[in-house]
DNA sequence: GTCTATATTTGGATAGAC
DNA sequence: GTCTATCCAAATATAGAC
């Protein structure tokens, strides 16, 4: 009898279409903001009738989860990419915090989809979260080889990351009046910590 | 002739009705989300039809405006009330950050609209952005007299405010994992502008 | 897989009687 | 000012022919 063919031609047609799908819902949310995704203009500017989609999706909440997957894994792939850890624990911290920045920064839709929850009916599911999930566990590592393991200077370096962001979006959208900021924020960062660790107690200093 | 009432109680019925509305749409986007807004459910709950609404309000995005203002407006008493400035800078610095995390948290529904711009047809009346503008400018001289007049360190402890916000709300609604983190944070920040003050130049330290 | 047709719900907003 | 009645638009989702 005949063998299973090596290519699934139809599998293969099938992921483009959800490709496409997917790459036209981006481009409306970066227009009209994350909320505002729309099943019949969604299907309109790919040529098909809005019923076609649920062939390729169960839902539109499917579809915003696997934007988040889509999107959690650019993060993954472009920090793997842009992102050559130097050495040096201060410039490599600098880097990671550039690069956190810098991503959020490219597409608010995104960030609003990844790190925020303004979507009423949507959560990510379990496979999708695993992702950001792995990835939180990776910036952890990172920053504990570049001395910051205490859980909660972890949190203000998360602070300070998620911060600048918020500024840079919220207030000066397409500049840098906040990424200009980031060296300095983590030198300010890196000082402290440095001084914490030549001495400890109760992690405050004498005012003078 | 009769003379003029000296009260107008019409105004005022209409006043306490429109004040009405708002606190039930205060209670469903705290409830379901922002965006959740619906004018039927909001008149349902208060035994109103919808349409009965359009005498209080002109639109959906009137009573988000009308919201708006309020938040403001509480932002700005709130500030009054609770935060008696205190003489030393540093002590100050940390009670606005306190100040202004903690009302945050307080009703991420409020911070939501003041803060973020996630309503995709709204936004704020410029007599409602004026109650802002006014806070902010506030805020700046504020900062001004505790030392931090330079823009860009305006900016940083900016950064500093939202992103201590941000990760409490968005990581652990509810605790304090971030709010314990304040008053650290704000003595970096101070240290970091202390030392700048010592040795300005470019604006960077050597690294040892 | 795609279409037509339609169900169903929900939303914001208006007209006109009372 | 409030109601009833309705309009209109848009949304998500399903059924069934081809």
Redesign the pocket.
Not at 36 to 41: E, G, P, T
Not at 47 to 52: E, L, R, V
């Given at each position: 009898m005949l063998g299973e063919p090596v290519r699934d031609r139809?599998a293969e047609?099938?992921a483009a279409?959800r490709a496409e799908i997917l790459e036209a819902a981006w481009e409306q949310v970066r227009a009209n903001g994350l909320a505002?995704?729309?099943?019949?203009?969604l299907?309109r500017t790919i040529?098909?009738?809005?019923?076609?989609l649920?062939?390729?999706f169960?839902?539109?909440?499917a579809i915003y989860d696997a934007m988040y997957a889509q999107g959690a894994q650019q993060f993954v792939d472009e920090q793997k990419a842009s992102m050559r850890t130097p050495d040096d624990p201060l410039e490599a911290l600098k880097a990671v915090l550039r690069f956190f920045v810098n991503f959020c920064a490219a597409d608010s839709a995104r960030y609003q989809l990844l790190f925020q929850r303004t979507i009423p009916g949507f959560e990510p599911s379990p496979a999708s979260f695993k992702i950001s999930e792995d990835n939180l566990a990776e910036l952890g590592e990172l920053l504990a080889r570049c001395g910051v393991s205490d859980p909660p200077m972890l949190d203000l370096f998360t602070a300070l990351g998620t911060g600048l962001t918020d500024q840079q979006m919220s207030n000066d959208p397409g500049g840098d009046r906040w990424v200009r900021l980031i060296d300095e924020a983590v030198e300010m960062f890196y000082q402290h910590i440095t001084n914490k660790a030549r001495k400890p107690g109760k992690g405050r200093r004498p005012r003078s």
């Open positions: 139809r047609r099938h279409t505002a995704l729309s099943l019949r203009d299907a040529g098909m009738q809005p019923s076609s649920y062939s390729y169960d839902s539109k909440n």
